[in-house]
């Protein structure tokens, strides 16, 4: 439990960063460092969402109480995901191939995770 009381909190203090950004800059001054500092941002406020709600299915779903050191590794997984959506939208390829391939690799991952530790 004290893990996810962290990780809520950067996800809290993460969202609050990433709205003052939003709100006090614009993408083409903000430079390398400010983009990486997006992009981090996000991932860490969509890792404390995906958390909850990876916690909340397995308190629903399997009754369990406790959420595992390997549920953690699921989440960071998952968590990525959006990332890659917005790296696809940059291009201006999002359509069902690019969906497709995005989700092979992100079941994938969680596989490598399921068999490797």
Do not use: C
Not at 68 to 76: G, Q, S
Not at 89 to 109: D, E, K, P, Q
């Amino acid at each position: 439990m004290k893990h996810n009381r962290i990780i809520y909190i950067l996800s809290i203090i993460g969202l609050a960063v990433l709205i003052v950004m939003l709100i006090f800059t614009s993408p083409t001054g903000i430079g390398p460092f400010g983009v990486l500092l997006f992009f981090t941002t996000i991932y860490i406020v969509f890792l404390g969402i995906v958390t909850f709600l990876l916690q909340a299915f397995l308190r629903i779903a399997f009754k369990r109480e406790k959420f595992h050191n390997k549920d953690y590794l699921y989440a960071a997984v998952l968590a990525f995901g959006p990332i890659m959506f917005l790296m696809a939208r940059s291009f201006g390829a999002i359509n069902l191939w690019t969906t497709g391939l995005i989700v092979i690799f992100l079941s994938l991952a969680e596989f490598l995770v399921y068999k490797r530790i």
